[in-house]
């Protein structure tokens, strides 16, 4: 695609429940980082795939936290039993090779609401 | 070690002056640092990035100048119009490292 699509755009969720986050990125980038945005907060690291594989999931807050990159593309952040401090925007960026050369290219991002 | 300190957390600025926004960082195996604007809705986009062998960057309006010796880089953005009214990050990334170190962001406002 033209750029990196993350769905879905909003979320409200239960406290408890599980969610799903999706992360489609640029057809042929190889790196892709997941994040969270906190209200007035910055850009907080979760998780980094190169290829299907996480060599970097040093982020990830809790063992509620799991991510998984099936065929080099799309990405899936999974949350369980959701608390209200989940709440952010997660974003998704991907990258065509090293960061430093490239940059990422981020999605909109996914607003997560816990009540 | 890992942080970016960013300052100001909020900016007004009027149309056609100059926007300056600082950060500070401690680790000394950053070695690129990039700055990201992010406009409300979206996510963020590169703006401008650094090496530190380099003590200025300049592509139009937008400056970075960076201090090594000080470890701190700030952004300038000259003859600020409108359309720059977005929230400022700015970023550092360790030696061997994938992953970016983003600062607090700062929320820019320029009047018109």
């Known amino acids: 695609g033209a750029g990196v699509s993350q769905s879905p755009s909003n979320k409200v969720t239960e406290k408890g429940k599980d969610v799903e986050l999706r992360c489609d990125p640029i057809s042929g980038h190889t790196a892709l980082y997941w994040y969270r945005q906190s209200l007035g907060q910055g850009l907080e690291f979760l998780i980094y795939?190169?290829?299907?594989?996480?060599?970097?999931k040093s982020g990830l807050p809790s063992d509620r936290f799991s991510a998984e990159r099936t065929g080099g593309s799309v990405s899936t952040l999974t949350i369980q039993r959701t608390q209200q401090e989940d709440s952010a925007v997660y974003l998704c960026?991907?990258?065509?090779?090293?960061?430093?050369?490239?940059?990422?290219?981020f999605g909109s991002g996914t607003r997560l609401t816990v009540v | 070690q890992q942080q970016v300190k960013q300052s100001p957390q909020s900016l007004i600025v009027q149309k056609g002056g100059i926007s300056i926004i600082n950060c500070a960082y401690e680790n000394t195996a950053f070695d690129y640092f990039p700055w990201y604007q992010q406009f409300p809705g979206k996510g963020p986009a590169l703006l401008i990035a650094?090496?530190?062998?380099?003590s200025e960057k300049k592509e139009g309006r937008f400056t970075i100048s960076f201090n090594k010796s000080a470890k701190q880089f700030s952004l300038h953005i000259m003859d600020s119009q409108p359309g720059d009214s977005a929230t400022y990050f700015c970023?550092?990334?360790?030696?061997?490292?994938?992953?970016?170190?983003f600062g607090q962001g700062t929320r820019l406002t320029i009047n018109p």
């Open positions: 650094i090496r530190p062998d380099v």
């Open positions: 970023a550092a990334r360790s030696q061997g490292a994938q992953k970016l170190v």
């Open positions: 795939f190169q290829g299907n594989s996480a060599p970097d």
């Open positions: 960026a991907s990258s065509l090779g090293q960061a430093v050369v490239y940059g990422y290219t």
